[in-house]
């Protein structure tokens, strides 16, 4: 049974850093992009940053440009989201999810498969 797991998330000032980690369990993640969203309090589920199955197939939304980073490691059926400068409108719970297809996509409709999320919060 495929499932994903969220960790790392957690409360943080502004400016500083996070890192996420999504650990998929059930088959490889090998043939698959991997995505990651959140959803603020009384908003849409947005995308965030999305990683295809070939390397350097990386999308990320406009407003984490330059401050987010995503990466893979298929060895250990893994995905990664490095979050630098945080800013409090990142605050948001954040998903991993899986696509139904190799290459990477920022929207929902793309993704089959989602982990239980993990509270990230920024705050001065």
């Known amino acids: 049974q495929l499932e994903l797991v969220e960790s790392g998330g957690g409360s943080v000032q502004p400016g500083e850093s996070l890192s996420l980690t999504c650990a998929v369990s059930?088959?490889?993640?090998?043939?698959?992009?991997i995505g990651w969203f959140r959803q603020a309090p009384g908003k849409e589920r947005e995308g965030v940053s999305c990683?295809?199955?070939?390397?350097?197939?990386?999308l990320h939304a406009d407003s984490v440009k330059g401050r987010f980073t995503i990466s893979r490691d298929n060895a250990k059926n893994t995905v990664y989201l490095q979050m630098n400068s945080l800013k409090p409108e990142d605050t948001a719970v954040y998903y991993c999810?899986?696509?139904?297809?190799?290459?990477?996509?920022?929207?929902?409709?793309?993704?089959?498969?989602w982990g239980r999320g993990t509270q990230v919060t920024v705050s001065s």
């Open positions: 990683i295809g199955s070939v390397a350097g197939d990386i």
């Open positions: 999810a899986q696509a139904r297809q190799a290459s990477a996509a920022i929207t929902t409709t793309e993704y089959d498969y």
């Open positions: 059930g088959h490889t993640l090998d043939p698959f992009a």
